[in-house]
């Protein structure tokens, strides 16, 4: 079988990630070797961006997220792919794309999200309230179910309203995602 191609350069963590990924799809990425990412890795995602776009695929963990966090503050077109939690863990309980299988690598590859760097805020504290993603016992694993489903990484209540903003993911589908959850 042949790899998908990946036009977009990965800007992934480290060594592990690009070898894992080139395992998993036809592709070119820059290692940002940590969270404290200098300015020569930025100027190289800088570069990726004006000729052929770049997607940030970090680790599902707070590093992961720090350097993420970082690179969007700066870059907030970036397009970013998400890896679950749960795909992400290793044998010997690290957390690391490096990890993940080849067949969860090349879906969440597929699930590519864009910020708007203007955003509306169309989902609202009352929304998460009213779709119990906030505010009951029961929201944490509302909230994980529908990180997962969207492939957007999880989040705390405010994080994953700023996401479905940040994303632009309609009411319609929040809705339609949390009515697939089981027992409801």
């Not at 599902?60 to 870059?75: A, C, H, L, S, W």
């Not at 929201?139 to 903003?165: E, F, M, V």
Request: with cysteine; net charge neutral; glycine share 6%.
């Amino acid at each position: 079988m042949e790899k998908p191609i990946v036009k977009e350069i990965i800007v992934v963590e480290g060594k592990d990630d690009t070898r894992r990924l080139n395992e998993a799809v036809s592709c070119e990425t820059i290692e940002t070797n940590g969270s404290a990412i200098n300015e020569t890795v930025m100027r190289e995602i800088e570069v990726a961006l004006s000729t052929r776009g770049a997607i940030i695929f970090t680790d599902p963990d707070y590093p992961g997220q720090k350097i993420r966090n970082t690179i969007i503050e700066r870059f907030p077109d970036i397009k970013e792919a998400f890896m679950p939690r749960e795909k992400a863990k290793g044998k010997n309980g690290g957390i690391g794309i490096e990890h993940a299988s080849v067949e969860d690598i090349v879906d969440s590859l597929s699930k590519v999200y864009t910020s708007v760097s203007r955003y509306e805020e169309n989902i609202t504290i009352q929304d998460m309230v009213r779709w119990r993603l906030s505010g009951n016992r029961e929201a944490s694993n509302r909230r994980t179910y529908l990180c997962d489903r969207l492939n957007i990484g999880y989040a705390n209540a405010g994080q994953l309203r700023k996401k479905l903003n940040r994303y632009s993911i309609s009411h319609e589908r929040i809705e339609q995602t949390l009515n697939e959850l089981k027992g409801e």
